[in-house]
């Protein structure tokens, strides 16, 4: 795989993580970002690999509106020298980006959105997305194929047909916009937050390129990795943390 070019100039993008979600499925007792993967919360663990990125030029985090200045604590150490930007999340992860988005200046024209719960992401994935937006698409997913079979059912249960996965890709983050197009999507949806003229929340999307399909814009697909899998239950946390001793052995 070729190794996508180095930013023209300075770094251009900026990377918004929603960080807010309360993360009930995984039990933990905190909100998600700050359940712990091997000693560190999973925001620690995603916000290192951002910074490692040669494209970023700005992180913001949009954290638990109570936990403001502990989240910045705790990340002031992680991403080196690249700028941190702490926001108070929404109650919902539309509404979290939104408030995010605001933090970003109009110079940075390329904004990727990234989950706090994907801590294993590597940096070279980043650089990939941040790359085919540079090249000219307005949005880009990275995208693997679906590899189980896919049943379509009805309220009760019942098997209705065998979906065609030949065409289906399961979807990661970061995801990566044009910064103007994801400005757009988010009006469109009319997020309060991102503008307070947009009037009504729409429904919730459950993620940004949904938002921006939704206004008419294509989005382009790039090869994801199966190390950026998404920590959402307690077997995700415990398979997490044997890929990162994997690679942690790996490095030795």
């Known amino acids: ?47 290192r690999r951002l910074a490692r990125s040669r494209s970023v030029a700005l992180i913001v985090v949009a954290a638990p ?3 403001l200045d502990d989240v910045r604590d705790l990340l ?30 109009v110079d940075l024209p390329i904004v990727l959105v990234h989950d706090a719960a994907r801590p294993l992401t590597p940096p070279t994935l980043i650089d990939e997305v941040a790359a085919a937006v540079r090249a000219g698409h307005d949005a880009v ?34 995801q990566g916009f044009a910064r ?26 459950t993620d940004d390129a949904a938002l921006v399909e939704r206004i008419g814009v294509a989005v382009h697909t790039v090869p994801g990795r199966t190390e950026a899998l998404k920590v959402t239950t307690p077997f995700d946390l415990i398979l997490a943390e044997a890929l990162l ?6 490095a030795q």
């Open 1 to 47: 795989m070729n190794t996508p070019a180095s930013p023209p100039g300075a770094p251009d993008t900026a990377v918004l993580v929603p960080a807010a979600g309360r993360g009930e499925r995984l039990g933990v007792g905190v909100p998600k970002a700050l359940a712990e993967l091997a000693g560190e919360p999973l925001l620690v663990h995603a916000v």
């Open 65 to 67: 509106p109570h936990a």
């Open 76 to 105: 002031k150490s992680t991403v080196g020298d690249v700028p941190l930007t702490v926001v108070a999340g929404g109650s919902s992860r539309q509404e979290s980006v939104a408030a995010a988005l605001v933090a970003v200046p």
């Open 141 to 174: 997913v990275p995208a693997l194929p679906v590899v189980d079979t896919i049943k379509r059912v009805d309220t009760a249960g019942t098997v209705v047909d065998t979906v065609d996965r030949s065409a289906l890709r399961a979807v990661q983050t970061p």
């Open 180 to 205: 103007d197009t994801l400005v757009a999507a988010h009006k469109a949806a009319g997020d309060t937050a991102c503008d307070a003229a947009c009037g009504t929340a729409d429904q919730a999307a």
């Open 245 to 250: 001793a994997s690679a942690s052995g790996n």
